[in-house]
C-alpha cells in the first residue's frame, strides 16, 4: 500500500482570542498545507469569542476540508446552566457575546475524528476530554508520564501520529510502539492555572502563538513524520487589553508574559 504524503497544520485552544487566531491562520497560509484540523477550546475566554466564531466560519467556508473536534471548555459553554451562568462572568460575558448558532456549532462538534488511518484527532485523551495525555500534574507543575502510563491512556489507540492539545504545552513525544504523540500547544492563552486533578500551572513562559505542522514526508520509500512547533508572534497586548477590560486580570498577566501570577 501507497501511503500519500500529507501536510497538516494543527492548532488548538483558540480560547476566543481573535488576534492570536488570525496571525496563526496568517502564518499558516504560507505554509502550503493539505488541511486544517483544530482540536477545541475554541471560544472560552474573556477576549472576542462572536469574532473567533466567525472567523473560523470564514476558514470552514475557504477551506472545506478543514477538521474541528470538541474540547472540554466547549462543552463547558453549550452545558452551563443558569447558576453557573450567574456566578461565572466570563461565561456570563461569553453567552452574552454569542449567538445561538455558536452554540449549537459546538454542540454539534465531534469528540475525536480519525484524519487519515495513521492520524488521529483529539482533546485530551482518546477516552477523556478532560485527562492530559502527556503529562501529569501531581507535583504542582507538568512532568512526562511513564511511557507505559501514557499507552494505557491511548486505550488501544495504533495511529501512527495521535494530535491532542488541552495542556496548552507544545511537545512530540515519540512512544516505544513507534508512534508519536503530538501537542499543538495553544493559540490564544499561553498559561493558566487549574485545581483539577490537583492545583498546578501549565506556563509556557512566552506570550507568542503556538501551532504544529505535522508532515508525512516520503523519502526514497520510505515514510518518515516530520514536526514543526511554531512560534508566532501577536499583538498579544491587545488581546490582554480585552481580558482586563472583561474582569480577568490573571488573564491579562498570562497573556502579556507566558506565565501564571504577576
Not at 230 to 246: G, M
Amino acid at each position: 500500500m501507497t501511503i500519500q504524503p500529507i501536510k497538516i497544520a494543527a492548532i488548538s485552544d483558540i480560547h476566543s482570542n481573535i488576534f492570536a487566531l488570525n496571525a496563526v491562520l496568517t502564518d499558516i497560509e504560507t505554509q502550503n498545507v493539505d488541511v486544517i484540523v483544530n482540536l477545541g477550546d475554541i471560544l472560552y475566554g474573556p477576549i472576542a469569542p462572536k469574532a473567533t466564531y466567525d472567523r473560523l466560519c470564514v476558514l470552514q467556508a475557504q477551506r472545506p476540508n478543514t477538521i474541528t473536534i470538541r474540547g472540554n471548555q466547549d462543552r463547558q459553554i453549550y452545558e452551563a446552566d443558569s447558576k453557573e451562568i450567574a456566578e461565572n462572568s466570563t461565561m456570563k460575558f461569553i453567552m452574552d457575546d454569542l449567538p445561538i448558532d455558536a452554540i449549537k456549532w459546538m454542540q454539534n462538534l465531534p469528540f475525536e475524528h480519525h484524519l487519515t488511518e495513521n492520524v488521529y484527532l483529539c482533546h485530551g485523551s482518546p477516552t477523556d476530554d478532560m485527562i492530559y495525555l502527556l503529562e501529569e500534574v501531581e507535583s504542582g507543575a507538568p512532568t512526562i508520564r511513564p511511557d507505559k502510563e501514557i499507552l494505557q491512556l491511548l486505550n488501544g489507540n495504533l495511529a501512527q501520529v495521535i494530535v491532542c492539545g488541552h495542556t496548552h504545552i507544545p511537545r512530540t513525544v515519540k512512544l516505544s510502539t513507534g508512534q508519536i504523540v503530538v501537542n499543538t500547544g495553544s493559540v490564544g492563552y499561553p498559561a493558566y492555572e487549574d485545581d483539577l486533578p490537583v492545583s498546578h500551572k501549565m506556563e509556557t513562559y512566552s506570550p507568542h502563538a503556538s501551532y504544529a505542522i505535522i508532515e508525512l514526508k516520503l523519502i526514497n520509500d520510505i515514510s518518515s513524520w516530520k514536526v514543526s512547533h511554531i512560534k508566532v508572534p501577536y499583538d498579544h497586548a491587545s488581546a490582554a487589553k480585552l481580558a482586563l477590560r472583561n474582569g480577568r486580570k490573571d488573564w491579562e498577566y498570562a497573556l502579556m508574559t507566558g506565565r501564571v501570577g504577576g
